[in-house]
């Protein structure tokens, strides 16, 4: 993905902002400004092609509220500022959320959207290419027992993802990507992501990335939470799919991260337990 600055904003862009926008990027390679109400996002083309999608063509279809989109171009997206309480979550609000979720993957399975080439593919073209780091490290075994042959060949994962339908997953949901600007109200953001896939990839992000920042529920009592909302017939193969998705996402994701990681052990053991889990309970590891 080619690096893109904030020098990509054309100047009246920045001048809406005011005199001195505020920095407020995130982790990812997208650079976001804000100041005087309003928020700009600048990043690769792709990306922003997903944002655009997401706040044009789908902000009435979708079943979760969006930032207002004001402007944009082929590299910037302008978008209202959505103030958030951030005051810990409370339990229903976690619950809420994970039923946004589950509408978001209700509304748009076999929606015509899925076609568009634009959308990631996590389990279909991009995936060889997010293996690949994963798949060069040396003794990844030693990291996480078992994962070495699924870096090789991720068949038996792709297998425990199968048969749910396809939907559009929002690619990177987690709590601090749901804004909360009044009580009861909550607007998802960062949709640069945006992918089609099962439903379990979305809720495996969730769960893992929910961990770092929610006292409560539990884990395993957001996954309730969501399956109950999302009407799941089969939870025995969808938590299998939940676990396969949950590996994946350390084969993609967290293995080229543990090289910058490994001085905090601590961490590193807190990130590695759940993969543990749902390798032992997808029979994968020795």
Request: aromatic content about 2%; overall charge negative.
């Given at each position: 993905m080619e690096p893109v600055g904030a020098d990509s904003i054309p100047a009246e862009v920045l001048a809406r902002l005011g005199p001195a926008p505020e920095n407020v990027t995130g982790a990812g390679r997208s650079v976001v400004l804000a100041g005087n109400g309003l928020v700009v996002k600048t990043g690769a083309p792709e990306v922003i092609a997903r944002e655009r999608l997401i706040l044009?063509?789908?902000?009435?279809?979708?079943?979760v509220e969006v930032p207002r989109l004001r402007d944009s171009a082929e590299r910037w997206v302008l978008v209202d500022?959505?103030?958030?309480?951030?005051?810990?979550?409370?339990?229903?609000e976690?619950?809420?959320?994970?039923?946004d979720l589950s509408a978001l993957h209700r509304a748009f399975e076999?929606?015509?959207i899925l076609d568009e080439a634009i959308l990631r593919d996590p389990l279909g073209a991009d995936l060889d290419a997010s293996l690949g780091y994963a798949r060069r490290v040396p003794g990844l075994d030693a990291i996480l027992d078992g994962?070495?042959?699924l870096a090789a060949d991720p068949t038996p994962l792709l297998e425990a993802l199968a048969g749910p339908p396809v939907t559009l997953l929002h690619g990177d949901p987690w709590p601090l990507n749901v804004l909360r600007p009044a009580p009861g109200r909550r607007v998802w953001i960062d949709w640069a992501g945006t992918a089609r896939g099962p439903?379990?990839?979305?809720l495996a992000t969730w769960l893992d990335q929910a961990a770092w920042v929610l006292d409560a529920p539990r884990v395993s009592e957001q996954f309730e939470r969501y399956a109950q909302a999302a009407g799941v017939d089969d939870v025995v193969a969808f938590r299998r799919g939940v676990d396969a998705a949950t590996v994946l996402w350390f084969l993609?994701?967290?293995?080229?991260?543990?090289?910058?990681?490994?001085h905090a052990p601590a961490a590193v053991e807190r990130l590695l337990e759940p993969r543990r889990h749902a390798m032992h309970r997808l029979g994968f590891a020795s």
């Open positions: 044009t063509r789908l902000a009435d279809q979708l079943p500022q959505v103030p958030d309480d951030q005051a810990p979550w409370e339990r229903s976690v619950e809420a959320a994970l039923t076999g929606h015509p994962a070495a042959a439903a379990a990839l979305d993609t994701i967290d293995v080229p991260r543990l090289p910058v990681i490994r």
